[in-house]
């Protein structure tokens, strides 16, 4: 499993000591437990190089990838960068016309938009419930042109939802940041449902 957590691997390495990272799973306290395949990932100027941490939970004896915020699993570019392109595409542009933007392959691309848009129902349902409990005052997001569109609309909005409650803690994430975070990474991932992380245990761990 993943579990997400700050860019500074040294704050990663004091909160795994006193115990303050819990499993996603069960709740229990996460024990430093070796690292995990260190890569670099792709930014929009240069390179990110991240060695994640691997955590082990004492109560039920899981393993967990303690996945830097920016990045999303089994994705070689960082969160933001995806993102955009996922915005781009809302705004009606293609996968070839947001790689040249992005620098990034044309297949590359196209295989996020598929992902997204194959999922895009559920992740548009999760992000807008959370978005509506988080902040119940919020006007509504307005529809888009595409399930795919509705799907980015509603991340922008709850992202915007949790800054505006948890705003001291999250200076510095951006919207597609926080939207890893709240997945664990796994925004892009293979597996459904999309079932969204606790809030509170999230900005403990963020």
């Given at each position: 499993m993943m579990l997400t957590v700050e860019v500074d691997v040294d704050r990663v390495e004091v909160r795994l000591r006193a115990g303050l990272l819990v499993c996603p799973g069960c709740g229990g306290i996460l024990s430093g437990w070796g690292f995990a395949r260190e890569r670099w990932l792709r930014a929009a100027q240069g390179r990110v190089w991240v060695r994640p941490r691997r955590g082990r939970c004492g109560g039920c004896a899981r393993t967990h990838v303690l996945l830097p915020v920016v990045a999303l699993a089994r994705r070689a570019d960082v969160a933001t960068v995806i993102g955009a392109g996922l915005e781009a595409r809302a705004a009606g542009r293609g996968h070839r016309w947001i790689a040249g933007v992005l620098g990034r392959p044309a297949a590359t691309v196209r295989?996020?938009?598929?992902?997204?848009?194959?999922?895009?129902?559920?992740?548009?349902?999760?992000?807008?419930?959370?978005?509506?409990?988080?902040?119940?005052?919020?006007?509504?997001?307005?529809?888009?042109?595409?399930?795919?569109?509705?799907?980015?609309?509603?991340?922008?909005?709850?992202?915007?939802?949790?800054?505006?409650?948890?705003?001291g803690s999250l200076l510095g994430l951006s919207a597609w940041q926080v939207a890893a975070a709240l997945t664990h990474g796994g925004l892009l991932a293979p597996w459904p449902p999309m079932e969204l992380t606790n809030t509170s245990r999230l900005w403990a761990g963020v």
């Open positions: 295989g996020w938009l598929r992902r997204f848009a194959s999922r895009a129902e559920p992740i548009r349902a999760a992000f807008t419930s959370l978005a509506v409990r988080v902040d119940p005052d919020a006007a509504p997001a307005e529809a888009a042109s595409s399930p795919l569109g509705d799907a980015v609309v509603a991340v922008l909005a709850a992202a915007a939802a949790v800054g505006r409650r948890w705003g």
